[in-house]
């Protein structure tokens, strides 16, 4: 929230210094992304007095040659494109912003040569709690969200081998009114098996667990299944 309020402090102060006739593509980098992780990039367009047709985002990591191209909807004037665990596994995200306009105008973000200079943003390693377990003992992991299910959009288990590592990202599947998770064995046997569980609501916030949040809501709840 508190990202939210500069960026639209940013956008008020700069409507006031540019002219109207102008478009403006007001865009707020973000100084960080995390690994794995869900995120949201965002930007406000004002079209000055031209006719906007569409925005868009690129995006690309070091390992590609190419930009892929997404449409951003517009919700509430704000255009927004959300980042899935997929898109944030190298060490730099990389993208820029156009917006195209009926005359065949177009206005990107960064405005010189966005192809060749592109924000890229680093994408860290997240430093966070995990619950640790011992794989032999246990077959499944439940998520229990009681009355709130009907917000729910997404659980996603994040998990890993050991101390150290990045944690893989999975679905839970949702089978008999609660979200499971089968945990496999590792080859090796004395590892212990690392996870947090991410719950993507449907208004677009999150919860984790562990977090002094998840224990604090009695509706929620993580169980562990033990092997027969």
């Not at 439940?142 to 299910?149: A, E, Q, S, W």
């Not at 609660?178 to 996870?195: A, C, G, I, L």
Request: with cysteine; net charge neutral; aromatic share 16%.
């Amino acid at each position: 929230m508190k990202y939210f309020r500069h960026f639209f402090l940013i956008i008020i102060l700069s409507s006031i210094l540019h002219a109207a006739d102008t478009p403006q593509i007001y865009h707020q980098v973000p100084e960080k992304l995390y690994y794995d992780q869900f995120d949201w990039l965002r930007c406000v367009v004002d079209p000055g007095s031209y006719h906007l047709l569409k925005v868009s985002i690129f995006i690309k990591d070091k390992s590609e040659n190419f930009f892929t191209e997404y449409s951003l909807p517009n919700d509430n004037g704000v255009y927004t494109f959300q980042l899935i665990p997929e898109m944030v596994r190298a060490d730099s995200f990389i993208y820029f912003i156009t917006a195209e306009f009926s005359d065949f105008a177009l206005l990107a973000f960064p405005m010189e040569n966005p192809k060749r200079n592109p924000v890229v943003v680093p994408v860290m390693q997240e430093k966070r709690s995990a619950k640790v377990i011992e794989v032999r003992d246990v077959a499944k992991i439940f998520c229990d969200l009681g009355r709130n299910i009907e917000n729910v959009q997404s659980v996603t288990i994040f998990s890993r081998y050991g101390q150290t590592g990045r944690f893989n990202p999975e679905p839970m599947n949702y089978i008999k009114e609660r979200f499971q998770y089968t945990v496999h064995e590792s080859s090796d046997k004395n590892s212990k098996f690392y996870y947090y569980i991410v719950i993507l609501f449907k208004d677009q916030t999150t919860l984790s667990y562990p977090s002094d949040d998840f224990d604090k809501n009695p509706d929620y709840r993580i169980l562990t299944g033990r092997r027969s």
